[in-house]
């Protein structure tokens, strides 16, 4: 399929998605979010891809949020549309059943944090810079930024950043836990695939499970959490991987999962 505002690229097993708005720093307006959704659709049954990279076009910016420029011309009608299809995006990548990492590659602020939030890891090159300026605006974070943020940061970091709309660096990001990984910028992508091919050598259906599990627990009681990852565990012993996997052990080599 042809996108205009966002690249798609299949590496390896690896799906490259890059938002393609460099002059407007890549804000998210509703069509660079409507195509961000069907490329995940594209990619998401196809067995050659086993993870995404999500990443900004150019040196300067990830995605500087939503497009204010769009956003201050919306009537009510549109906004709720804009905020439904939205808030569908991000939990699409929350809940995406193969690994994906946003590569912050500069400004990642406002919709644009939100964005690498909902990811299932960030890296960050050193130049990158995170923050949740909604409040400058004179409106909040809208796309799960007051939600996401204290799950990842804790709930003082998390109000500091949203109340104050001060941006941070790289690594004061890193030191807070909002990025898993620092990289120089020319590493950026390789320090995402890196953590990428590690997942690729491992049983694809447990992976799978480990997302929804860590997900889905969060926002269950710790009780309530035991028991899924139970019954996520249970259904692992129905799979060809468990058996490859535990024979592989035994056997002294490696697996050749199947991810079935
Ligand atoms: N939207 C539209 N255009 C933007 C933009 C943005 N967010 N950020 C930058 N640009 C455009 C600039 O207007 C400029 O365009 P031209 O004037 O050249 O046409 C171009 O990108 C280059 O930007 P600057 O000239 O400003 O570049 P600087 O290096 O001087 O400054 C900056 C970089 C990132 C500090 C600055 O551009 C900036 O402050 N940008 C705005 C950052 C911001 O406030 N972001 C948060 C936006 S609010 C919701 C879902 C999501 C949201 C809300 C609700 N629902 C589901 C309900 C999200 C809200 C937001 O993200």
Known sequence: MAYELILLE?????????I???????????KT???????????????GVGGVIITGAGEKSFVAGADIKELAGQDPVS????SLASQK??????????PIIAAVNGFCLGGGCELAMACH??????NARFGQPEVSLGIMPGNGGT??????????RALELVLTGNMIDAEEAHRIGLVNRLSAPEALIATAEEILSAIYSKGPVAVKFCIEAVNHGLELTLEEGIQLESNLFGLCFTTEDMKEGTRAFIEKRKPDFKGK
Do not use: C
Not at 89 to 98: A, N, T, V, W
Not at 121 to 126: G, H, L, Y
């Open 10 to 18: 299949k590496i390896g097993k690896t799906a490259h998605i890059t």
């Open 20 to 30: 393609n708005r460099p002059k407007a720093l890549n804000a998210l307006n509703v």
């Open 33 to 47: 979010m409507n195509e961000l959704q069907e490329a995940l659709a594209e990619i998401r049954d196809d067995a």
């Open 79 to 82: 906004a709720k549309e804009f």
């Open 89 to 98: 995006i991000l939990g699409y990548i929350e809940q995406f059943p193969k």
């Open 121 to 126: 890891m960030r890296v960050a090159s050193k």
């Open 147 to 156: 939600q996401r943020l204290p799950r990842l940061v804790g709930k003082g």
